[in-house]
Structure formats: structure tokens, C-alpha cells
């Protein structure tokens, strides 16, 4: 069982930025895919980014391509989304998520991952 613990979320104007990062407790990803997640108000939850093991295939919903970036640091062990030009739609509890078998590509249904974190709020005010 791996264990994610997402930081790095809260409050914003919109037009900021904030980074978002996420990491195993207790052990390394290993060769997972890494994606991000979020959930708005009132909605369901909806991808937004996933990174390979190597980094070598990255993947964006439409929503956030050329405002956020996925990276990975694999010898620190961790995820982050660095997210700029926020907008008030982007206000979402975002979630950190591991993809365990690699099983298509871009991942970006829920149920292509294994692993989840417990979410980070992000606000974006006006």
C-alpha cells in the first residue's frame, strides 16, 4: 500500500501561482505514472496531469494546457504541479494519484490509478 501526502495548496488571487507537490509516506513510486486530479464544488472529479516514470510522456486536460506544469523529481521522491495564471476555476480540492500498472496512456480516468492522496485545497479568489 503506498501512502500519498499532497502539500503546497491555498489561497490565491487570481493570476497567481502556486506549486503543488506530493510524496509517498513510507516508501519510493517505484516505476509509477503520476497524475493529479481535482474536484470543484458541486462536481465530479476530473484529471488534469499525468507524468511518466522517466518523464518522458506528459499529458494536460485542455483546461489547464500552457498554465500548469507536471514534473517529477524521482531521486527526491516527489510529484509537483506548478500551476500559474490561476483563475477562479480553478478553485478544487486537488489530489496526488499512482498508477501502478501503467495500463494506457494518458491516464486520465480514476480508475487507472491505485493509489490516492487525501487532497490539498487550492482557492483562487477574484
Known amino acids: 500500500q503506498v501512502q500519498l501526502v499532497e502539500s503546497g495548496g491555498g489561497l490565491v488571487q487570481a493570476g497567481g501561482s502556486l506549486r503543488l507537490s506530493c510524496a509517498p509516506s513510507?516508501?519510493?513510486?517505484?516505476?509509477?505514472?503520476m497524475g493529479w486530479f481535482r474536484r470543484a464544488p458541486r462536481k465530479e472529479r476530473e484529471f488534469v496531469a499525468a507524468?511518466?516514470?522517466?518523464?518522458?510522456?506528459?499529458g494536460y486536460a485542455d483546461s489547464v494546457k500552457g498554465r500548469f506544469t507536471i514534473s517529477r523529481a524521482n531521486a527526491k521522491n516527489t510529484v509537483y504541479l506548478q500551476m500559474n495564471s490561476l483563475k477562479p476555476e480553478d478553485t478544487a480540492v486537488y489530489y496526488c494519484?499512482?498508477?501502478?500498472?501503467?495500463?494506457?496512456?494518458?491516464?486520465?480516468?480514476?480508475?487507472?490509478?491505485?493509489?490516492w492522496g487525501q487532497g490539498t485545497q487550492v482557492t483562487v479568489s477574484s
Open positions: 507524468i511518466s516514470w522517466s518523464g518522458g510522456n506528459i
Open positions: 494519484a499512482a498508477d501502478r500498472e501503467g495500463r494506457s496512456w494518458p491516464p486520465t480516468r480514476e480508475y487507472d490509478y491505485d493509489y
Open positions: 513510507g516508501r519510493t513510486f517505484g516505476s509509477y505514472t
